[in-house]
Each structure stands twice: as structure tokens, then as C-alpha cells.
């Protein structure tokens, strides 16, 4: 399994504030990708990216940007945190080998957003 | 737009008692359709991928099966330590194509499993 850690896993910030982020994985993988998770909305695509400096926006990157500067790290700013972001944010990482499209999931960052 | 919808919402069963989890989806080409396990606190953990109609994988007592509407997840005897939410999630393109792990996630079905 690829090896993904979030820091950090809990924070409680106030609106108005910067927040990062920090998605970390070792496996060398291609493609990396940042999800919030809501009660009643399910997993949804913030933004991913798909090489070194290269991002897109995913179902709901309003509010938010990434930055993607080594193949390792994946860096998710809200750079005004509303209480709307308020949820559990996700890193997953994906093998480019083909055959391999699965997704491996970080433990999650939970942000509260008072 | 890609929709994926799992049902029921939560499902209650005994130690034992066999039952099915349903994934419904449309999609503009189904290039994949994954499930996932997630247990409290942690992040989704990958179980099966299914690519085709037809197609069938097993994992211990976890069965999944594909067909061109819908998903089923099979729990045969399903023991305590099954307990959890399994989510559907659909990946759009064609083989070969680029849509990278741009998945479509249902919001899951939330599985106890009572001894």
C-alpha cells in the first residue's frame, strides 16, 4: 500500500484564516488528489493533480488551490476559511502503471471552521 | 452528469445474515467502478474494481458484481468486524484514457453487524 500521511489531522481554526494542508506520500505515485468528505454529500473532488506543477480543479474548488511543487507532497490552501469548509479532507494518490487506477486514500484532516 | 446512488442508507444485520448492498450509476462511459471500505476515523480502503458487465470478484465474504445500471456488493455470513460504510464510486472515460482517479462517490451504505 502507498504510504500517505495528512498533517495535521485535527484543526479548529476562525473564519477569515489561512489554512494548509499537507498531503505526503512515498510511493513515487503520478497522480495525487485532494476530496472533502460531508455528511449527506458523500466523497467530492477538490482538485487533483497529475504531475509536478500541473492541477486542476476538481466538483468543488471554489475557495480552495492547491500547489503541487515535488512529486511527494500535495498541498491544499483555503486561503479564507468560511464555515462552509467545515468537513474531512482526504489525500489519495494514484499509480500511472497501467491497471493500477486505484486510489489510495490518506486517514483524513478534519477542519472545524468557527 | 455522473451520478452514483447506493442503497439503503444504513443496514442492520446478525451475525450471519447474509444480504446485498446496491450501487446504482450513470455515467458517460463507465471506465471503472470501485468499492471502497471505511471504518470510522480512517480513510476509504480500497476493495474490488469492476470494469465490464458480467464482470464478478470476491474478497473473503465480500462478493461484487457489474452490471450496466448497477453495482451489487454481496455480504455472505458477514461477522462484527464487517461492520462499516462501503462506498460506490464510478470512474468516467474509455480504457486508456485520461480520466485519471476522477471518481464519482455515492454516500455509501452504513453497515452493523450485531453478534
Known amino acids: 500500500d502507498a504510504g500517505i500521511t495528512q498533517s495535521p489531522r485535527h484543526k479548529v481554526t476562525e473564519t477569515g484564516t489561512p489554512v494548509t494542508l499537507r498531503c505526503h506520500q512515498t510511493e513515487n505515485h503520478r497522480y495525487m488528489y485532494w476530496y472533502r468528505q460531508d455528511p449527506g454529500h458523500g466523497l467530492r473532488l477538490i482538485h487533483y493533480?497529475?504531475?509536478?506543477?500541473?492541477?486542476d480543479k476538481g466538483e468543488v474548488s471554489d475557495g480552495y488551490s492547491v500547489s503541487r511543487s515535488k512529486t511527494e507532497d500535495f498541498l491544499l490552501t483555503l486561503e479564507s476559511a468560511t464555515s462552509s469548509q467545515t468537513s474531512v479532507y482526504f489525500c489519495?494518490?494514484?499509480?500511472?502503471?497501467?491497471?493500477?487506477?486505484?486510489?489510495?486514500f490518506g486517514a483524513g484532516s478534519r477542519l472545524t471552521v468557527l | 452528469e455522473d451520478q452514483v446512488t447506493q442503497s439503503p442508507e444504513a443496514l442492520r444485520l446478525q451475525e450471519g445474515e447474509s444480504s446485498s448492498l446496491n450501487c446504482s450509476y450513470t455515467v458517460s462511459g463507465l471506465r471503472g467502478l470501485f468499492w471502497y471500505r471505511q471504518d470510522p476515523g480512517k480513510g476509504p480502503e480500497f476493495l474490488f474494481t469492476?470494469?465490464?458487465a458480467g464482470e464478478e470478484k470476491e474478497k473473503e465474504r465480500l462478493k461484487a458484481t457489474l452490471t450496466k445500471k448497477e453495482s451489487f456488493l454481496h455480504i455472505t455470513a458477514p461477522k462484527p468486524e464487517d461492520s462499516a460504510t462501503y462506498l460506490c464510486a464510478v470512474q468516467a472515460g474509455r480504457a486508456g484514457g485520461t480520466s485519471y482517479g476522477k471518481l464519482t462517490f455515492g454516500q455509501g451504505t452504513i453497515l452493523t453487524v450485531h453478534p
Open positions: 469492476l470494469y465490464s
Open positions: 493533480s497529475y504531475g509536478v506543477k500541473d492541477t
Open positions: 489519495a494518490s494514484e499509480s500511472s502503471r497501467p491497471g493500477a487506477n486505484v486510489l489510495t
